[in-house]
């Protein structure tokens, strides 16, 4: 038996969720048009592949720029390189979207929406880190009260 | 191509960091890369979409079948990264569909030598 080639099985295995897919697709053709099975499946299996394309080739351009982390910037050039130009406008915008959202929403932090200092936020940082100590600390205490039953056992 | 009017069905980022990180070569990922990609692909998504469904309808077809995806692949200078996941005998089937209308331009007395 061959050994299992895992990083050849990931890159199967990871795919989209189907539904989200279909309703994307779904969008574009008239009301009464059905889509075949296998032409669902085909036109997932290209997404991923686009991924891969666009990955790969932002991958590049963050290489050539020196940097550590794949930035948006690189993902807009590998559009524009691949030939995807057409895509820009609209993917940044939905970026610029994305970053206008989770400034309003309270997903964004326990402590956002309150505006304060670095100064004041190290303040707060170190105060609960006092209660949690302070919590831990009367944990103990309790335990060693029942220290002495344990010793017993040696 | 018309400006689709999206609704917003964005693709989970998790899934695709999975997707990017498959490849080693992939470095690091911005927290807020995931969000062009799955711009990026519902773009590709309606526009392959699109294009399949051009040759259905000039089929005069009301169902997209995985020939139309083909088709639109082969027709389609940047979608030429896909020519190698779709199945050889789709691609096949398209690419002779094609080649078949050079036969009309057969000069007349080729065709009589098949005769005799």
Redesign the interface.
């Known amino acids: 038996m061959e050994p299992m080639d895992i990083?050849g099985k990931?890159?199967e295995d990871?795919?989209?969720?189907k539904a989200?897919?279909f309703?994307?697709?779904k969008?574009?053709?008239p009301p009464?048009?059905?889509?075949?099975r296998?032409?669902q499946d085909?036109?997932v299996?290209?997404?991923?592949?686009?991924?891969?394309?666009?990955?790969?080739e932002?991958?590049e351009v963050?290489?050539r720029e020196e940097k550590?982390?794949?930035?948006?910037e690189h993902?807009?050039k590998a559009?524009e390189v691949?030939?995807?130009g057409?895509?820009i406008e609209?993917?940044?915008?939905?970026?610029e979207q994305?970053?206008l959202d989770t400034l309003d929403s309270p997903k964004g932090g326990k402590l956002s929406g309150i505006e304060m200092t670095e100064e004041e936020a190290l303040v707060e940082q170190q105060r609960m880190f006092a209660e949690a100590r302070a919590r831990m600390n009367n944990g103990m205490t309790v335990q060693k009260q029942s220290d002495p039953d344990r010793g017993f056992n040696g | 191509m018309a400006k689709a009017d999206f609704k917003n069905h964005s693709l989970p980022s998790a899934r695709i960091k999975k997707i990017m990180k498959a490849d080693e070569d992939v470095r690091r990922i911005a927290a807020e890369t995931p969000v062009l990609f799955s711009r990026a692909c519902e773009m590709f998504i309606l526009e392959l979409t699109c294009r399949s469904w051009a040759y259905a309808e000039e089929n005069k077809r009301r169902r997209l079948q995985k020939n139309d995806i083909a088709q639109a692949i082969t027709r389609t200078d940047v979608f030429d990264f896909l020519v190698y996941i779709v199945p050889e005998e789709d691609l096949r089937e398209e690419m002779n569909a094609n080649d078949s209308l050079l036969y009309y331009y057969v000069p007349p007395h080729v065709g009589l030598w098949a005769r005799s």
């Open positions: 990083v990931s890159k990871v795919s989209l969720p989200t897919m309703k994307i697709i969008e574009m053709l009464d048009v059905r889509v075949a296998d032409a085909l036109l299996e290209c997404c991923v592949e686009f991924i891969n394309l666009i990955s790969s932002s991958n963050c290489s550590r982390t794949i930035a948006p993902v807009l559009l691949l030939g995807f057409e895509y609209e993917v940044y915008a939905a970026y994305h970053k």
